[in-house]
Structure formats: C-alpha cells, structure tokens
C-alpha cells in the first residue's frame, strides 16, 4: 500500500503559471522530500524538508510543511514545459534514515 | 557516467527463468536499495543494505533475493520469474547520515 497521497493525481496548465501540488502522510516523519520522474526514468531528488522546518524554497520550489495536519505542498512559480513530469511525495519515518515511503505522485503537464 | 548504474536496461524474459537486475555505484554510498514502479503508482521498497554485510527487507520481498557483492554493487533476483513481476525496477544509494537517495536510471523487466 502507498504511504501517502499526492493531490492532485494530474495536472494541466500553460506555461507561466505556477503548479501546486499537495500531500498527505499518515505517520510522524523525520523529513520530507520532493522527487521528480520524467516519463519512465529515474527520480531526481528536488528538495528536503525536515520535520522541525515549515517552508523552505530552491530556485522556483517553494515547499511546506504541516506536521499538525500531516501534509505538504510543493509551488513550483513560472512553470515551463521543461517541468512537464510525475513529482512524488516522499518521507522517511523513524530510526531507518534512509528508507524512504512514496505517494502514488502527481502527473503535471505544462503546455506550451 | 552516470553514478547509479543499471543493468539491463530493458529485459523481456520467459515466465519461471532465473533473472538477475545489477547495480552499481560511483558515489561511495553505504547504503544501496532496491524499489519497484507499477504503472500510476510511486515506489515501492523490495530490499535495502546499509553495508556489505547487511541485508533487509522491504515492504514486497517475496519472490526477490539480493545480493550485495561489494560497497559499490547490489543486485537483485528473481528466482523464477512470474508475469506480475512486470515493472518498471530501481537501484538507488545513500549516504549514512542522510535521507537523500540517488536513482539509477531503471530497469524495465517483462515477464511474459
């Protein structure tokens, strides 16, 4: 089973507009991060949150965090086609650093 | 070069054959994991090692063995290959210390 929940599944804009992405997790979490996948390769990691932080931003990544509600949410501003791919959710929990727990992701298509 | 290497790249083998997914690392990483992609969903771990003589299972272990030869290399097997096996496989390392993972670039396997 997933161990979290990004939301929207898809999502469709033009370029220029900013894409918001959220997420939800079940458990306390030691960190939080965004991952990207273009179609059918491998991931590259985009940012890390850590539990005791609330935004934090990189170039036109901007991410929260809500440990009260469980929940995050990635703003990426100006978007380009360029950002067309899956963005996966992905936290680890616990003593075990570096195993990591994956949302199902959003799917963003940005439009010339 | 890539630093998280995987080989094959894309493989179609039979149903009940023996198939070995390799992969290698140039960053030094101790700890090294294997996940599956199913289509629309995120990753999912099968096996993780924290160092040559460490091995540990992940959430869908069953059906899949490991080996880790080396610091560097870390493969994965199916010992008799069934169609639900289909997927898209990653290799992925971290260092001690820190929740950011490293992705190969994937390997497609089709069990048919």
């Known amino acids: 089973s997933q161990q979290g929940e990004e939301d929207p599944q898809a999502l469709s804009i033009q370029e220029g507009e900013n894409a918001t992405m959220n997420c939800s997790y079940k458990t306390s979490i030691n960190n939080l991060q965004w991952y990207r996948q273009n179609s059918g390769r491998g991931l590259v990691h985009l940012i890390l949150?850590?539990?005791?932080?609330r935004e934090k931003h990189s170039g036109r990544l901007r991410v929260t965090l809500d440990t009260s509600k469980k929940s995050s949410s990635l703003l990426i501003t100006a978007s380009r086609a360029a950002d067309t791919a899956s963005y996966f959710c992905v936290h680890d929990r616990g003593s075990t650093l570096g195993r990591l727990y994956f949302g199902r992701g959003t799917q963003l298509t940005v439009w010339p | 070069d890539a630093d998280v290497t995987q080989t094959p790249r894309n493989r179609i083998t039979k149903t009940g054959k023996r198939i070995m997914l390799e992969c290698s690392q140039t960053k030094g990483h101790d700890r090294m994991y294997w996940y599956r992609q199913d289509p629309g969903l995120g990753l999912r771990l099968i096996y993780y090692s924290f160092d040559v003589k460490d091995i540990n299972k992940g959430e869908i272990s069953d059906g899949y063995s490991v080996s880790r030869q080396a610091q560097a290399k870390f493969s994965l097997s199916l010992e008799s290959a069934i169609p639900n096996q289909t997927a898209l496989y990653f290799c992925?390392?971290?260092?001690?210390?820190?929740?950011?993972?490293?992705f190969g670039q994937g390997t497609r396997l089709t069990v048919v």
């Open positions: 992925a390392t971290s260092e001690s210390g820190s929740a950011e993972a490293f």
């Open positions: 949150i850590r539990s005791n932080e």
